[in-house]
């Protein structure tokens, strides 16, 4: 078993010590019938950080994360996630009622496909507002001001709020479905290839944006992403995936500039050539 | 004004059972009605029948009457609050043929009306029941149209969604401006569409003395607010629910605080406001009440007719 962990015992990331892991994923698996999707996969998230999932297509990079996000069930292994009260608590154990509170109040999920995130048919603010709405404020002026706000942290101006999401820009479109995730103030946020879709000069001004917002608000995050300069950029911590399995793990420097396994200096390499 | 039982069931349907159904369709759909008491606004499929009429004339509706009407029971049937529309005279006669039972234009005297899209204004008491023709039973269903998810959503109690809708309305609008079929919580628990009545009829569910049933004929879904049941209207804090006002009064029966329809009267512009329940219009009459059409308290036994004109 490879995990970020056990690779790198001498250099335990940032967090201090007494803090307790966020996530922990353990020997986690997702079969598809006889193929595998994903296979053992091990790590920690501590609060606050920013982890990145690497690998080439079809490496297990969308299952993992769907497994640890709680949206697709896993074969074997677990999840268990330090709950705001400090309990630890199996995902999987919940009931589906208190599993689909966390995800729209505690967690956030970005999907690639702006599309996949958002409500393309009510307005952008309402698209923020939905959270708010769904864990009971009933006020529509506090509403409206709090996704007038949310709208403004991703760039977008006070006068789209009543425009729906089908007229904005790829780029917009983003922003819009990070806003709608962070209005409940999450305190891990899942994210799949979030700048993928989208032109190269608009990822730049994307990618900046998240990590700022990261960084003002202390998020965890997992992103998942075939760009070694979206990992750079944005992340602690990395693991490096491969048929299913994760080869390598550690800090995101230490992979990209000392990469270890084979796997991982031929990717990075690949990309430095370009 | 009940008219007696004149429509003896003709030799033609004599080979049909009472009202219609077979017995064993009516028990299912008593089983899915008495489920839907027991779960105050809680949608319960059912195998909805074929009717000889299409549906969108109250199929729903009309298999629920047939599941509970006996043969002393005395129904009303209305459309739009009018007991003279073509749909509510042909369900009439429907059942007056298929079951031989007494029918009524008077709220009063009626063990059961069915309805499409008014509550009658004379207060219904205990003992009645109310059935509701409903096409679209699902609140959910135009924010979410996967019924899967709209299920999970009634189960978890998710109905952030809801205010999604009506967040919609005041951003485009400036008020929550849906003003039939407006969604409402049942019992603290189900969030209901209460079929497209106007929204002024909403508080007329709150804690009914009467049993109120509603079947979706090709929705297949029956459900069912039982007597003195809580139904109160989504709203904000800030934007609270309001029924609608009517600035005049009914033109010809003079009465306020009811449910008005408009009138055209002339190419020229020319209207009026009419009671939508006709029966509330014309006993109001009969006691000798005159709105402004009919020349108003002028009338000599109008003596408590409404005066409002000198505004
Ligand atoms: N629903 C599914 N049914 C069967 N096999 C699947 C399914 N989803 C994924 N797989 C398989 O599991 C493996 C991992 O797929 P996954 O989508 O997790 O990869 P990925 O790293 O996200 O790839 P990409 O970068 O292309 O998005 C692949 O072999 C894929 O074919
Ligand atoms: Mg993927």
Redesign the interface.
Known sequence: MVSADTLEPSVQPGPPSAEKPLLSVEGLTRVYGKRIGCADVSFELFPGEVLAVVGESGSGKTTLLNCISSRLAPTCGTVHYRMRDGASADIYKMS??ER?YLM?TDWGFVHQNPIDGL?M???A??NV???L???GN????N??RAAIDWLARVEIGEDR??DQPRTFSGGMRQRLQIARNLVTEPRLVFMDEPTGGLDVSVQARLLDLLRGLVSDLGLAVVVVTHDLAVARLLSDRMIVMKDGRVIEAGLTDRVLDDPRAPYTQLLVSSILQV | MTSPATDAPEPTLARYNFAYLDEQTKRMIRRAILKGIAIPGYQVPFASREMPMPYGWGTGGVQVTAAIIGPDDVLKVIDQGADDTTNAVSIRAFFARTAGVATTTATPEATIIQTRHRIPETKLREGQVLVYQVPIPEPLRFLEPRETETRKMHALEEYGLMHVKLYEDIARNGRIATTYAYPVKVEGRYVMDPSPTPKFDNPKMHRSEALQLFGAGREKRIYAIPPHTDVVSLDFEDHPFEIQSFDQPCALCGGEGVYLDEVVLDDRGGRMFVCSDTHHCESRRAEGHRGALLGDEASADAASATVKEEM
Do not use: F, K, L, N
């Not at chain 1, 009933?138 to 002026?141: E, I, L």
């Open positions: 589906e009622a689909r729209r409500r048919t009510v307005s603010g309402a507002g939905e959270r709405m769904a864990v009933r006020h529509y002026g509403i409206r709020v009543d």
